[in-house]
């Protein structure tokens, strides 16, 4: 979703940013999504990218930092819901913080949407 944020064209790019704008919204992210996509920007000297993304996390409330917890999670949910390592990780941080929704840029067709224990929300839809 980030990612899309910071394309600034099309429905996708405005509906992330519509919902990283609401403000009846509480924000959970872990060092997980802070390596996927922080360190590229900063490596392209995307200033504005990185600028935009270092203002997202430090607006984030609820960090998922019980990392052992989380990998262990992790490969239990990519195990049982046949998802790529990254996707499981994703998921398991987010339901380590009690969070109630999973807002994520997978199609309905990807494997991310056989999860059951969490609303996982795709931008797509």
């Known amino acids: 979703m980030l990612i899309s ?9 405005e509906k992330a940013l519509q919902t990283l ?19 590229k920007a900063l490596y392209n000297q995307q200033t504005e990218e990185a600028l935009f993304y270092e203002e997202f996390f430090n ?21 049982q819901f046949g998802l790529a390592a990254m996707d499981a990780l994703h998921v ?4 380590s913080v009690g969070a109630s929704e999973l807002i994520t840029t997978e199609k309905r067709t990807k494997p991310m949407h056989r999860v059951t224990n969490i609303n996982v929300i795709s931008l797509f839809e």
């Open 5 to 13: 944020a910071t394309d600034g064209v099309g429905r996708l790019a």
């Open 21 to 39: 704008q609401d403000s009846e919204r509480l924000f959970a992210s872990s060092e997980f999504v802070k390596l996927e996509i922080l360190p």
């Open 59 to 79: 607006d984030v409330t609820y960090w998922a930092n019980d990392l052992n917890s989380i990998i262990q999670h992790a490969y239990q949910i990519g195990s």
């Open 92 to 95: 398991a941080a987010a339901l």
